[in-house]
Nanobody
Framework: VQLQASGGGSVQAGGSLRLSCEAL????????LGWFRQVPGKEREFVAAISRSGGSTYYADSVKGRFIMSRNDAKNTVNLQMNSLKPADTGVYYC??????????????????????WGQGTLVTVSS
């Protein structure tokens, strides 16, 4: 499956952005999905994940209460609503798909190695 992320941009602290990731070529309903982010010189870090059914979501502590991940299988997309953005949220955001696990749980959801497919990334810049 190809994953195409969009929705990045520049915003001031306190603002909001909505990222989308579209699956091309395969039904997104087959996958657990995650969002990760990366800044230059640092490891790619987990942001959020959603189970195949959409019944479970997992978030990094740094974004809990501010970010909401959702999926729309009819539109073959997954979204990340980002509110109350902070400069620390700046980075390239990647969506990823896991074909194997229907629900990875809160620990495995954070492991990059568990995801089989990655999108190209979309840049989010939050200024103070």
């Amino acid at each position: 499956v190809q994953l195409q992320a969009s929705g990045g941009g520049s915003v001031q602290a306190g603002g909001s952005l909505r990222l989308s990731c579209e699956a091309l070529g395969r039904p997104i309903s087959r996958y657990t999905l995650g969002w990760f982010r990366q800044v230059p010189g640092k490891e790619r870090e987990f942001v959020a994940a959603i189970s195949r059914s959409g019944g479970s979501t997992y978030y990094a502590d740094s974004v809990k209460g501010r970010f909401i991940m959702s999926r729309n299988d009819a539109k073959n997309t997954v979204n990340l609503q980002m509110n109350s953005l902070k400069p620390a949220d700046t980075g390239v955001y990647y969506c990823a798909a896991d074909l194997e696990k229907s629900d990875p749980g809160p620990t495995l959801a954070t492991y990059k190695i568990g995801y089989d497919y990655w999108g190209q990334g979309t840049l989010v810049t939050v200024s103070s």
